[in-house]
């Protein structure tokens, strides 16, 4: 078991930052890739950055150049920089993490103004 806490969101206007934090307890030591997904009312939930226990990165087209993922192994957090925020960037941003399945923290929504 995995357990998941996200941390950071909040509101903030267009061409802010923020800065989302997820700290991983439990079966931490299996954990493969983590990643941060989002999901804006009436839209499916999308994948936005993830990593993987190497570093490597990938990133949705619609924020490469503005947001960059992070990893500390050390002290079990996934950490999503997020810059140069627009209003389409508003959703609820969850934290996830693959150990033999798939699991999800509770979600910090982020709402970015106009």
């Known amino acids: 078991q995995v357990q998941l806490v996200e941390s950071g969101g909040g509101l903030v206007q267009a061409g802010g930052s923020l800065r989302l934090s997820c700290v991983a307890s439990g079966s931490i030591f299996g954990i493969s890739t983590m990643a941060w997904y989002r999901q804006a009312p009436g839209n499916k939930r999308e994948l936005v950055a993830g990593?993987?226990?190497?570093?490597?990165?990938n990133y949705a087209d619609s924020v490469k150049g503005r947001f960059t993922i992070s990893r500390d192994s050390a002290k079990n957090t996934v950490t999503l920089q997020m810059n140069s925020l627009k209003p389409e960037d508003t959703a609820v941003y969850y934290c996830?993490?693959?150990?033999?399945?798939?699991?999800w923290g509770k979600g910090t929504l982020v709402t970015v103004s106009s």
């Open positions: 996830s993490a693959y150990y033999r399945m798939t699991y």
């Open positions: 990593i993987t226990p190497g570093s490597s990165t």
